[in-house]
């Protein structure tokens, strides 16, 4: 048993410290928003993630997890503090640290004992140097102190099981003794542990994000050049998975990757390389293609609709950036819903979970409390989250009470040929002929 401090309880806080309570660990976690502290006391939690309810209360039951607003109170005893808070993008997409720099601030006026200070957040390369010397310049007298680059790796919508089954734990740091103590805290979920220098660490996390999301704006690009040659985009990607080089994960075509990770990662990882003179192309062209892949639901509904979308009725099935969780930031949704209502068309949307995060961030659009009052009266469907709820919907019954029979499928769930028997006008993406001439 060791006692964990976490500073920040969004969807990576939260779940670290629920899941070091779950281990046996004596964890305290807070964070600067009243709300969601007050909230967490009632156990309502302040966002969607599968399992993480019942975590929580059993922990807190068990006087292993309680949650606090106060600096003090969650670093009284701590031998660990976890630096959990947002980095989102800033000017020209490089990481903006203001949180974790008002976090490292309060951790070096308030700690009272020696204490290792572990960065969760992602952060540019160079920030945990950064952070120790924010801390060495404002703490009142000297106390010993170590900085470990602990970088996360969950999924939303998963990320208690991706804690508790890491394929990996990455560890850097200059004190390999404080490396080592953060170690131990992780033996108990045996993945195999990394143990670097700080910056190299900080690198893994931003790499390998980068690698997923050029990943998907490969299978993308193939699935546009798929689409022109009359292949499909589905079976190219389950002949390519098999092969152990490749792997058959994120090689999904469609409306591209969003959330709070890629999106901001490879910008920040793009601006670093560029403010050290580097010019880093591969990762321009993947958010160049990411972002055609979400302007091409335009172009589809223009193909079967005409040019002029002006007064078509479009509905929307999925706002979050993927299925189970409530999460809509840089949500695909966002950018397509804006280029639809900029285009004259109404928007009407409905997802199983997102809807009251969506309204704070989107709208000109009407939100319906289910996917057939989105389909009712619609021009087009378009389905932008792969929710297992729109891949057992009733197709049928979307048809007979749609105005037009046309699918656009953002995220490739329907087979063409089965949508086609049913009479739709059916568009993926990259799924071969796709109705047109093959030159
Ligand atoms: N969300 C993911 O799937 C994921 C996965 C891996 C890594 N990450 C990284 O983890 C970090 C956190 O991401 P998130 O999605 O949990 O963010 P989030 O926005 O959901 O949560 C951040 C929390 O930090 C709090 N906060 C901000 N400043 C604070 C301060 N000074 N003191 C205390 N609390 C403060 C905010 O109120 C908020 O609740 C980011 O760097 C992100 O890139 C996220």
Sequence with gaps: MRNIAVIGVGYVGLVTAACFADLGNQVKAMDVSEEKIAKLRQNVMPIYEPGLAEVVDRNVSAGRLNFTTSYEEVLKNARFVFICVGTPSGVDGEADL??????????????????????????????????????????????????????????????????MNPDRTVLGSLDRAAADEVAQLHLPLRAPIVVTDLRTAEMIKYASNAFLATKISFINEIANICEALGADVKEVAAGMGVDKRIGKFFLDAGVGYGGSCFPKDVSALKHMATVQGQHPQLLEAVIDINNFQRHQVLLKLQELLGQD???????????????????????????????????????????????????????????????????????????????????????????DIMRQPIIIDGRNIYDPAMMKELGFHYRGFGRGYNGKSVK
């Design 98 to 163: 203001q949180y974790v720099r008002q976090a490292a601030e309060t951790i070096a006026r308030t700690m009272t004992d020696p204490l290792i200070i572990i960065n969760k957040s992602t952060v540019p390369v160079g920030t945990g140097d950064w952070v120790a010397d924010i801390v060495r310049s404002n703490q009142p007298k000297p106390l010993s102190f170590s900085v470990v680059s602990c970088p996360e790796f969950l999924r939303e919508g998963s990320a208690l099981i991706d804690f």
């Design 309 to 399: 979308l002006k007064g078509k009725e479009i509905g929307i099935l999925g706002l979050a950036f993927k299925p189970n969780t409530d999460d809509m930031r840089e949500a695909p949704a966002i950018s397509v819903v804006r280029e639809l209502v900029q285009a004259g068309a109404k928007v009407k949307g409905y997802d199983p979970v997102s809807m009251d995060v969506a309204k704070g961030v989107l709208n000109g659009l009407d939100y319906c409390n289910d996917p057939y009052s989105v389909a009712s009266g619609s021009d087009a469907v378009v389905i932008m989250t792969e929710w297992n709820e729109f891949k057992n919907i009733d197709l049928q019954k979307l048809k």
